[in-house]
């Protein structure tokens, strides 16, 4: 690794196990973004709040203060997945009706959305986007060959393109944490949680610093350059451009459960790659983007994930052989279904997911639910020869679609 003279590279950079996932950067700044891509209504409304971004701010950086050398305490683990998640969404149940008009319980809500987005874009990132560039666009000996790893060059890509990330005050609700850990059944100390919130403002203001370096923010940018270089790039899929999108369906089924409104089977998917009615899908079994994901709103039960539940069906309802993996085991929420032959060509296939599959604390999808996707290619846009002056063709419009602390899984 580079020479690093100063406490707090050694705080951006130490880690006890090497993993995958967003830098502490590029957490704050998915965790800002995304609620541009948020439906108008009350959760729009309540994250728009001016006061409450710093809520959600320290709730995205908050699940990695765990991994800090300052720390090392099983908290941060816990706090990426939606069982711990879940365990505190209650505890606001339990405190607050709706609609949620206390202030306090806006707070909570706030750093509770901010912890959703810390998790799931993980997920997406490493099972969807660091996917391609392991496996394809960088290939593994690059993988092999880099100093830093790729959360850490990632997050320094993303403050080249996007600015360094802001520093906000500490308001993590320290001592509900401490009452939803115990009640979740993994004491943590008040002390060791703000040590770990600490170190992640480190690790935010050395990247910062790194990304404004010539020399040192083109080296790290350097080491991988399709991850890098699509860092935000809306059109690639998982990248924290394009996981926005569903971070903001992820963050709706959340609201849904607060106010006792979601329905597992309606609710069952958050989003898909390829995206639903999609064209001009790759077809080569052994190439990546063959691959298909879907967003699972729940965190689910593996052993209910299985090839009878979850199908891929040509025309005459045939399912296609395929491999299915969630990427990150039980109670994960991103799976991927891999062809094991070739997509047929110029053909449309429907993705079956369920009934069946259930939720890590029971809740179950009912019916199956269904989307498409074409190996063939788009539609021509339908001609018109309406204009005054002669005929013409409409354009068919465009449609939108770690810190150095690393976690370990």
Request: some cysteine.
């Amino acid at each position: 690794m580079r020479p690093m003279k100063t406490l707090l590279a050694t705080l951006a950079l130490s880690t006890a196990t090497p993993a995958w996932a967003c830098g502490q950067s590029t957490h704050v700044w998915i965790g800002i973004e995304a609620v541009q891509y948020l439906p108008d209504g009350p959760l729009k409304a309540l994250l728009q709040e001016d006061d409450l971004l710093v809520y959600r701010i320290n709730g995205a950086m908050f699940p990695d203060g765990g991994y800090s050398p300052l720390t090392q305490d099983d908290y941060g683990e816990q706090a990426h997945w939606e069982p711990f998640q879940t365990a505190y969404l209650d505890w606001i149940k339990d405190t607050w009706d709706p609609p949620y008009t206390d202030p306090e319980a806006r707070q909570h809500i706030a750093f509770l959305m901010g912890l959703a987005a810390h998790g799931m874009a993980d997920q997406m990132f490493d099972g969807i986007y660091l996917t391609r560039s392991l496996l394809t666009y960088d290939g593994e000996a690059r993988w092999d060959a880099s100093v830093s790893g790729a959360d850490t060059a990632t997050d320094v890509a993303l403050c080249i393109r996007q600015g360094r990330q802001p520093l906000v005050e500490d308001v993590v609700p320290y001592d509900t944490m401490v009452e939803v850990f115990d009640r979740y059944g993994q004491p943590t100390g008040r002390d060791v949680m703000m040590r770990g919130q600490a170190s992640l403002r480190l690790a935010i203001t050395y990247i910062g610093n790194l990304s404004e370096d010539p020399e040192e923010s083109a080296a790290y940018d350097a080491e991988f350059p399709w991850a890098n270089g699509h860092i935000d790039d809306p059109d690639v899929p998982g990248s924290p451009k394009e996981m926005q999108v569903g971070l903001a369906g992820y963050w709706t089924t959340l609201w849904d459960r607060l106010n006792d409104d979601f329905d597992p089977t309606a609710e069952a998917i958050f989003q898909t790659w390829p995206a639903d009615g999609s064209y001009d899908h790759p077809t080569d079994a052994l190439s990546i983007e063959a691959q298909v994901s879907v967003g699972l709103s729940r965190a689910v039960d593996l052993d209910t994930v299985t090839t009878d539940r979850v199908q891929v069906l040509g025309p005459d309802g045939t399912p296609h052989p395929i491999d299915l993996r969630m990427y990150y085991g039980n109670g994960s929420n991103i799976l991927n279904l891999w062809p094991t032959d070739d997509w047929a060509d110029d053909t449309v296939y429907t993705v079956s997911i369920g009934p069946g599959i259930t939720s890590f604390d029971g809740q179950t999808i009912d019916a199956a639910q269904t989307f498409t996707f074409s190996t063939g290619p788009a539609p021509e846009p339908p001609s018109c020869g309406c204009a005054s002056t002669g005929g013409g063709l409409f354009a068919a419009p465009l449609l939108l679609g770690l810190a150095l602390i690393r976690r370990r899984r």
